[in-house]
């Protein structure tokens, strides 16, 4: 799922950064970039060109989606919720949950152990 070509720079600690614009649109591709991983969870940013999405499937930990920008159907145990910027949900874990972009989109994902 990461784009290729040139690196991305390492983020910047101690300071204030545009969280939407660490992370661009491909079209036709789904783009993540990792900026946190402990051993208590992970925080990713990911960017979908429109149509793009991410098929149904389960994490074992309570997963948040935070709505940088666009719009996305987001399906939990069945139940399609449409999210926009400046929205959140909360996917619960071992619960069935997927993702269709209506338009492009980004999202920061934290995942908590």
């Given at each position: 799922?990461?784009?290729?070509?040139?690196?991305?720079?390492?983020?910047q600690k101690g300071r204030a950064l545009p969280?939407?614009?660490?992370?661009?649109?491909?079209?036709?591709?789904?783009?993540?970039?990792?900026?946190?991983?402990r051993t208590s969870g992970t925080v990713t940013l990911f960017s979908f060109d429109r149509g793009q999405g991410l098929s149904e499937?389960?994490?074992?930990?309570?997963?948040?989606?935070?709505?940088?920008?666009g719009e996305a159907r987001i399906t939990?145990?069945?139940?399609?919720?449409?999210?926009?910027?400046?929205?959140?949900?909360?996917?619960?874990?071992?619960?069935?949950?997927a993702l269709q972009a209506e338009r492009r989109f980004k999202m920061l994902l934290v995942m908590v152990r």
């Open positions: 799922m990461e784009t290729k070509g040139k690196a991305k720079q390492p983020l969280l939407a614009g660490l992370i661009a649109y491909q079209r036709g591709a789904v783009v993540s970039r990792e900026i946190v991983r499937h389960t994490a074992p930990f309570d997963a948040l989606v935070v709505v940088l920008d939990v145990a069945g139940r399609a919720n449409r999210v926009r910027k400046g929205e959140m949900i909360l996917m619960p874990a071992r619960k069935p949950h």
